[in-house]
């Protein structure tokens, strides 16, 4: 008997422990290794060019950040795929970034644990970054 798409989801058998890599379709990766390294500040852990793929360091979390060449990437506008990053400061890192020529989504928004801002690549991919000016205890530890 075939399980049904609801019960495999929602019995409780698959453990989620985590996120392993969020992937982020792209049109170049030089392109995107400029911004995701040069704007947001991201090292790269490793790249496969010859797969058209790099990884970024996400606060030095196991997991990070994939982004991975698709020539269709970014051909509707904004792609709908939002990643949130955790930064120390939600206000400075917009003002950084357009400092650097980025231009934010819309204003800084407070949000409940602090600030949000979202900036996006340049195949529409949206990039948040919140704080938690307002939620310190929720914070991951300064590095």
């Known amino acids: 008997m075939p399980v049904s798409v609801a019960s495999a989801?929602?019995?409780?058998?698959?453990e989620i422990r985590g996120i392993d890599n969020v992937l982020v379709p792209v049109g170049d990766l030089g392109a995107a290794v400029e911004?995701?390294?040069?704007a947001l500040g991201m090292?790269?852990?490793?790249?496969?060019?010859?797969?058209?793929?790099?990884?970024?360091?996400?606060?030095?979390?196991?997991a990070g950040v994939m982004v991975r060449v698709d020539p269709s990437a970014g051909a509707q506008g904004l792609s709908g795929m939002r990643l949130w990053l955790e930064v120390p400061d939600a206000l400075a890192a917009a003002a950084e970034l357009e400092g650097y020529g980025?231009?934010?989504?819309?204003?800084?928004?407070?949000?409940?644990?602090?600030?949000?801002?979202?900036?996006?690549?340049?195949w529409g991919n949206v990039i948040g970054l919140t704080d938690y000016v307002k939620r310190p205890e929720l914070a991951r530890p300064e590095s």
């Open 35 to 38: 911004f995701y390294e040069g």
């Open 102 to 122: 980025v231009p934010v989504l819309g204003a800084p928004y407070e949000v409940g644990t602090g600030w949000s801002v979202e900036v996006a690549d340049p």
């Open 9 to 14: 989801w929602f019995d409780g058998r698959m």
């Open 43 to 62: 090292a790269v852990k490793f790249t496969l060019p010859q797969d058209g793929i790099a990884v970024f360091d996400v606060g030095g979390e196991v």
